[in-house]
């Protein structure tokens, strides 16, 4: 079986993106420092969902899609303490 160039660099790549991901993932969450970083990160991103919520809520009381965004970044919250 031949694997041309193309295939085998297109592997390569996506072994080294994959690798990548998966180290910031692994320092996200099991070192102290990158718990604090990613509870920054979750801070930031409900301030933003806030914002979304009131900038959506203008109008009309109805509910919209971004509550469930808001239940989403608390249970993460949550699981990240």
């Not at 991103?45 to 009131?54: H, L, N, S, T, V």
């Amino acid at each position: 079986m031949n694997v041309s160039s193309s295939e085998h660099q297109g592997f390569v790549t996506g072994f080294g993106v994959g690798a990548v991901v998966g180290a910031c993932a692994a320092y996200l969450l099991v070192t102290s420092s990158g718990r604090k970083i990613l509870r920054n990160v979750m801070d930031v991103a409900q301030d933003i969902a806030d914002k979304g919520d009131e900038y959506l809520h203008l109008d009309d009381n109805k509910p919209h899609k971004t509550e469930n965004i808001t239940g989403i970044i608390d249970k993460l919250k949550k699981s990240v303490k």
